[in-house]
């Protein structure tokens, strides 16, 4: 099941691995297996593809890192087919990726021998441009009725849907306000008026997904099996640069102005 009506759907970049997500899911349908076996099961994936990289077995983690990526689609493709979205299931998603996001970086400063604190500044660029494209599609999704399990603003405990006790909704939304708060509200406070723009084109929406977790990933294991681990940490720095050029287009889109120079180029 997709997160979109069909026609609202985009080129997802961070999405290559739906298919073989949607094979994992199907195969578990039937069975006890839930979305948050499948989280589990990509935090252990992505434990193996940090070990492989202190042992400098770098193909070997690179290819862990994108089934790391297929589990983390597959969670919430399970949870759709089961039709039993949770919230528990999204924040404990969420909190899983931003620890393993640091602990590959982590891993690839110590292995390159590279500075910590370019490394800490990696790791914040890296969650900027997952939240700036997260902020993006959930506005997308809520726009055109798609999957709402993920809300514009986490401002507040939700109401536990069927089958989840509100106690563990709201300890799980906690994590999940100390883990990313800071990076929801420094996304906001770039774009307040995101959530009342009228337009969001496909083709702006693919080039956004390039900041998706599953695309950066890809980026990483690209470069892991390229021999560039130690440009991975300076990558994501440099590639910050894109946050406030798609900003910058998404305000264009609104005001008109990129419309009318599109007009204008064709």
């Known amino acids: 099941m997709s997160k979109l009506p069909s026609e609202h759907k985009f080129l997802d970049l961070s999405d290559y691995g739906r298919l073989p997500a949607r094979w994992i899911a199907n195969a578990f349908k039937k069975t006890r297996v839930t979305a948050i076996h499948l989280t589990t099961m990509f935090i252990i994936v992505g434990i193996f593809a940090i ?23 597959a969670d919430g493709e399970l949870a759709r087919l089961k039709q039993k979205p949770s919230y528990i299931g999204r924040y ?24 910590w604190v370019f490394a800490f500044f990696a790791f914040l660029a890296m969650q900027l441009q997952g939240t700036l494209y997260n902020y993006y599609y959930v506005i997308f999704r809520n726009k055109f009725n798609g999957d709402k399990t993920s809300r514009i603003f ?12 509100q106690r ?19 996304i ?20 956004i997904s390039s900041f998706g977790l599953g695309f950066q990933l890809l980026i990483i294991s690209f470069m892991l099996c390229v021999g560039w681990e130690e440009y991975i940490i300076l990558f994501f720095i440099c590639y910050s640069i894109l946050t406030f050029i798609f900003i910058l287009i ?15 180029v064709n």
């Not at 709201?170 to 999940?176: I, L, N, T, V």
Request: hydrophobic share 45%.
């Open 51 to 73: 070990l492989m990289m202190l042992t400098k077995q770098l193909y070997v983690s690179a290819i862990l890192l994108i089934i790391k990526s297929i589990l983390d689609a």
């Open 168 to 186: 563990s909704v709201d300890k799980w939304f906690w994590m999940y306000k100390i883990c990313y708060s800071i990076f929801d509200k420094t």
């Open 154 to 165: 986490e401002d507040k405990p939700p109401t536990a849907m069927s089958g989840e006790k």
């Open 92 to 115: 404990f998603d969420s909190v899983s990726d931003i620890i393993l996001n640091f602990f590959f970086l982590a891993t690839i400063c110590y292995i390159t021998n590279g500075s």
């Open 188 to 207: 906001y406070h770039m774009d307040k008026n995101a959530k009342h723009a009228e337009h969001f084109p496909k083709w702006f929406m693919t080039a």
């Open 250 to 264: 998404r305000k264009g889109i609104n005001s008109g102005w990129v419309g009318n120079y599109v007009e204008k």
